[in-house]
């Protein structure tokens, strides 16, 4: 059974930078559609990023176009997600994803075929 943990949430001054790690454990990451979502105080989870099995596709969420940037090691196991420009808007628990058969864009707009989630890292962005 796959399990994924995420690291590197924390508080962060407006403007300023922060990368989430997403480790697996026992499986390997190489046939799963992985991504970041988040879900805020009393919103819904949304899809931020999603990224294909070689990293060759990319989807963003238009809130974080431009700032974020998601990225994969499969020998490590690992995804990451470099946060740059952060806003207050930004903060909430921020979740890795692991997908199969699916598109970028059907995962992170529709969550499509997740079959694991991780437990979550809180981020927060505040002077």
């Known amino acids: 059974q796959l399990q994924l943990v995420e690291s590197g949430g924390g508080l962060v001054q407006p403007g300023g930078s922060l990368r989430l790690s997403c480790a697996a454990s026992?499986?390997?990451?190489?046939?799963?559609?992985m991504g970041w979502f988040r879900q805020a105080p009393g919103k819904e989870r949304e899809g931020v990023s999603c990224?294909?099995?070689?990293?060759?596709?990319?989807y963003y969420a238009d809130s974080v176009q431009g700032r974020f940037s998601i990225s994969r090691d499969n020998a490590k196991s690992t995804v990451y997600l470099q946060m740059n420009t952060v806003k207050p808007e930004d903060t909430a628990v921020y979740y890795c994803?692991?997908?199969?058969?699916?598109?970028?864009?059907?995962?992170?707009?529709?969550?499509?075929?997740?079959?694991?989630w991780g437990q979550g890292t809180q981020v927060t962005v505040s002077s």
């Open positions: 994803a692991a997908a199969e058969s699916t598109t970028v864009q059907a995962m992170c707009v529709r969550q499509n075929n997740v079959r694991h």
């Open positions: 026992h499986s390997t990451l190489d046939d799963y559609v």
């Open positions: 990224i294909s099995l070689r990293g060759l596709a990319t």
